[in-house]
Nanobody
Framework: QVSLVESGGGLVQAGGSLRLSCTAS????????VGWFRQAPGKEREFAAT????????FYRNSIQGRSIISRDNAKNTVYLQINSLNPEDTAVYYC????????????????WGQGTQVTVSS
């Protein structure tokens, strides 16, 4: 069973950038597709981005596509999500999740979840 820990969140001004990390333990992360989801205050959790096991396949939420990059370093057992041009609507708890197959944007396809990291964007 894989355990996931997110890091890299924090307080950033609008227009800034953050790189979130999702590091796995207990199992090799290269065997999983990894997705990032986020939950804003008072809202349901939503899909942000996902990456396949090899790193060649990626998919983004429309609102962050073009200003975000999801990547992975399997040697470090880590997946990254960099978001640029942050705006207050990006404020949320960001979660990473792992799937044993291509999970796409569906939460139910991901069986392993981290505890989340808070991202706050000030205007």
């Amino acid at each position: 069973q894989v355990s996931l820990v997110e890091s890299g969140g924090g307080l950033v001004q609008a227009g800034g950038s953050l790189r979130l990390s999702c590091t796995a333990s207990g199992h090799t992360l290269s065997e999983y597709a990894v997705g990032w989801f986020r939950q804003a205050p008072g809202k349901e959790r939503e899909f942000a981005a996902t990456i396949g096991r090899s790193g060649l396949q990626t998919f983004y939420r429309n609102s962050i596509q073009g200003r975000s990059i999801i990547s992975r370093d399997n040697a470090k057992n880590t997946v990254y999500l960099q978001i640029n041009s942050l705006n207050p609507e990006d404020t949320a708890v960001y979660y990473c999740a792992a799937s044993e197959r291509w999970g796409g944007s569906l939460e139910g396809e991901y069986g392993y979840w981290g505890q989340g990291t808070q991202v706050t964007v000030s205007s």
